[in-house]
């Protein structure tokens, strides 16, 4: 029991029990803390930051479990011809679902995550960029003319073109 008050004693006089402070001990009970900061648990335990985490998981895995099991148990079972049938937005589907469709379909989604993953780097660059002087500025300007580089590649190649007949397929 002293080593609990002594937990409790010391998180009210360093004030870490405010939100301010980003830590979770406000949000709990005091009970509840006790409970978590047992005594054989040093006061300064590396795990103990990632109790909220844990919290937070077991938490989301408990909601998402009582929600499919609840919907499971009280839902309808009958299956219907309606109920099978694809969902087009409210419009009657035509044609067949397997058909093929265009290489540059692919292309082009592939070629949107590379330039998007590539425009990500840009980010990091820019927070940083004014510590890293002309060095960052040289060496971004590099990897800009390298992106713009296979940026023109895949225009002349006219991957990106839809409508004409000659492509990258």
Not at 98 to 117: A, E, H, N, P, T
Request: aromatic fraction near 16%.
């Amino acid at each position: 029991m002293e080593c609990r008050l002594k937990i409790i004693n010391t998180i009210e006089s360093q004030g870490l029990d405010t939100l301010a402070n980003g830590n979770y001990i406000r949000v709990f009970s005091k009970p509840l803390l006790l409970y978590l900061y047992r005594p054989c648990m040093p006061e300064n335990s590396y795990f103990a930051h990632y109790i909220p985490l844990l919290l937070q998981v077991v938490v989301a895995i408990a909601l998402a479990t009582i929600m499919v099991t609840l919907s499971h148990l009280l839902g309808k079972h009958k299956w219907t011809r309606a109920k099978n049938t694809a969902y087009e937005c409210g419009i009657a589907p035509t044609g067949d679902a397997q058909q093929r469709f265009s290489v540059k379909f692919y292309l082009v989604g592939m070629l949107f995550i590379l330039f998007d993953v590539e425009a990500v780097f840009l980010y990091p660059w820019a927070v940083i960029a004014r510590e890293l002087k002309m060095f960052g500025f040289w060496e971004m300007l590099i990897y800009i003319g390298l992106v713009m580089v296979g940026f023109f590649y895949i225009w002349k190649k006219g991957i990106l073109e839809w409508n004409a007949e000659k492509g990258g397929s």
